[in-house]
């Protein structure tokens, strides 16, 4: 399904959106729908115009506004259209989200150990990390499969649901997906195709060290 034996030696970038005030909050954002801050808008112009000297073939975004408009920004370097998608939307969690960080711990804290651990957890009533993948990794491939040989697809989407996608496109057993580090705002990681599948090419990749500031953290 993900075209490895056809050797087009296709990639696969996946861009976290910017930052928001959520982030610097360390509040759960989940798919709550919160809008980038000025510095938000300055990461993901800046990362843009980056990964336009990648020359994406296509870019496809959750339809959440943080997502949108950090790929609106790269939309506008390349000339490309944008497909919005809400499969690519961030993990859906419930009674966590809008809670911070340290009231999660406080309120939810075996739930918040069980995650940790890599146990399936519908963390505050929410989504399956397993779930997420199903959703998200499909869309991926989708557009992947559209893509020219040696093309590149842009994925502008959030740090849960990356990491999940990763995961699943790697082949990875759920409970190994923890050992893929957090992305920092408007950082990404690069799938390649591979003689027996997608590889991990990059991880968090940006061109200064950023915090890792989300729920994914």
Known sequence: ???????????IVLWRHGQTAWNLE??????????LTEAGIGQARRAARLLASLKPDA???????RAAATAAELSAVSGLTVAHDAALRETYAGEWQGLTHQEIVERYGEQYAAWKRGEPVRRGGGELETEVADR???VVLEH????????TLVVVSHGGTIRTT????????????????GLSNCCWSV??????????????????????????D
């Open 1 to 11: 399904m993900n075209g490895s034996k056809s050797g087009k030696s296709r990639r």
């Open 26 to 35: 360390r509040r759960f954002q989940g798919s709550t729908d919160i809008e």
């Open 59 to 65: 870019i496809v975004a959750s339809d959440l506004r």
């Open 136 to 138: 998200a990794a499909p």
């Open 144 to 151: 992947v499969e559209k893509l020219p040989e040696g093309g």
């Open 166 to 181: 990763i995961g699943r496109l790697l082949g990875l057993e759920a409970h190994h997906w923890e050992g893929l580090g």
């Open 191 to 216: 799938l390649g195709e591979g003689a027996r599948g997608w590889r991990l090419l990059e991880h968090n990749a940006g061109t200064l060290p950023e915090p890792v500031l989300g729920d994914d």
